[in-house]
């Protein structure tokens, strides 16, 4: 992970918008939202570093900046010094690389801080480490009495070197638990703020609620979670509704009844990553020749 939206520079920031908007009041006006500053103790106190948090505009500055700092750097860093297979994603601040070598992961990471260090920004000390991932990850580490292989969070998933029923490597995608847990914290508290709504605006609003769920985290080898949290979403619900009166008397067998009418099952619904990457990188691509990659730097938790 960059330590990025709290340390930016206003003044490379604002070169990088001046390199393809040429208009200058939209310049004056991104400039403007950079000083704005944030409102401590009920007095304003000037931003001369950094983005507005929270800000609408501050994933797009993140873009712009990485852009040109990371993404463009490493695609020229990845031709002209990688030795083996290279493959790089950035979600905002969050990257992660995959290298086949791992003295091109070490290389890679020391000239990714220097990198950094340029333009004012760093790499986050706790969340940045370099891992041995990947099909060949669990012999070798066992070969050295290593134990099982590191696994890494990223996007809402922890990222796990997996197998098989025929003992294949395959790489395992798990949510959060802290993440589940959290998604259920907001349910709750939103259910407290409706616990006098009719029971089917209720379903309608916690048919959303999964849904939308769902379709994010319904991954392959995800299925789990997906049961875990819909079974934390009726528990919810069930306690929501015999809170409603001291007289309430919703039974297993109703709350099962509404839950089967207006939660949708768990199912997974994503393709494995394979044949997502077949489908965006055909083979008569330059750049889509991207081998099973060993050792993973940067990252995110």
């Known amino acids: 992970m960059v330590v990025f939206f709290d340390t930016v520079s206003h003044d490379w920031l604002i070169r990088f918008v001046e390199h393809r908007v040429g208009d200058r009041r939209m310049v004056r006006l991104i400039r403007k939202w950079l000083k704005v500053g944030v409102m401590e103790e009920g007095q304003v106190r000037p931003a001369t570093v950094g983005t507005p948090q929270g800000a609408v505009i501050s994933p797009l500055l993140a873009n712009i900046y990485l852009h040109y700092v990371l993404d463009l750097w490493a695609r020229q860093w990845r031709h002209r010094h990688a030795q083996g297979n290279v493959i790089i994603v950035r979600y905002a601040d969050d990257v992660v690389a995959g290298f086949e070598h791992r003295t091109d992961a070490e290389r890679f990471l020391t000239a990714l801080r220097e990198r950094l260090e340029s333009v004012a920004l760093s790499l986050h000390p706790d969340k940045t480490r370099l891992i041995e991932f990947g099909r060949h990850a669990a012999a070798n580490r066992e070969r050295h009495g290593l134990g099982k292989p590191e696994t890494f969070a990223f996007l809402?998933?922890?990222?796990?070197?997996?197998?098989?029923?025929?003992?294949?490597?395959?790489?395992?995608?798990?949510?959060?638990?802290?993440?589940?847990?959290?998604?259920?914290?907001?349910?709750?508290?939103?259910?407290?703020?409706?616990?006098?709504?009719?029971?089917?605006?209720?379903?309608?609003?916690?048919?959303?609620?999964?849904?939308?769920?769902?379709?994010?985290?319904?991954?392959?080898?995800?299925?789990?979670?997906?049961?875990?949290?819909?079974?934390?979403?009726?528990?919810?619900?069930?306690?929501?509704?015999?809170?409603?009166?001291?007289?309430?008397?919703?039974?297993?067998?109703?709350?099962?009844?509404?839950?089967?009418?207006?939660?949708?099952?768990?199912?997974?619904?994503?393709?494995?990553?394979?044949?997502?990457?077949?489908?965006?990188?055909?083979?008569?691509?330059?750049?889509?020749?991207?081998?099973?990659?060993?050792?993973?730097?940067?990252?995110?938790?």
């Open 156 to 301: 809402g998933f922890t990222h796990i070197c997996g197998r098989t029923r025929n003992g294949k490597f395959s790489l395992h995608r798990k949510t959060r638990r802290d993440r589940l847990r959290a998604k259920l914290r907001e349910v709750k508290e939103t259910l407290r703020r409706r616990l006098h709504a009719d029971i089917d605006e209720q379903g309608a609003w916690l048919r959303q609620v999964v849904t939308g769920y769902f379709a994010y985290h319904a991954v392959p080898n995800n299925i789990q979670a997906l049961s875990a949290f819909r079974r934390g979403v009726r528990w919810l619900w069930w306690r929501t509704l015999r809170r409603r009166s001291q007289k309430d008397r919703t039974t297993r067998r109703a709350i099962n009844r509404l839950v089967a009418q207006w939660l949708p099952k768990p199912a997974i619904t994503h393709p494995w990553p394979e044949q997502r990457f077949a489908v965006t990188h055909p083979r008569r691509e330059p750049d889509a020749r991207i081998g099973h990659v060993r050792f993973c730097a940067g990252g995110a938790q």
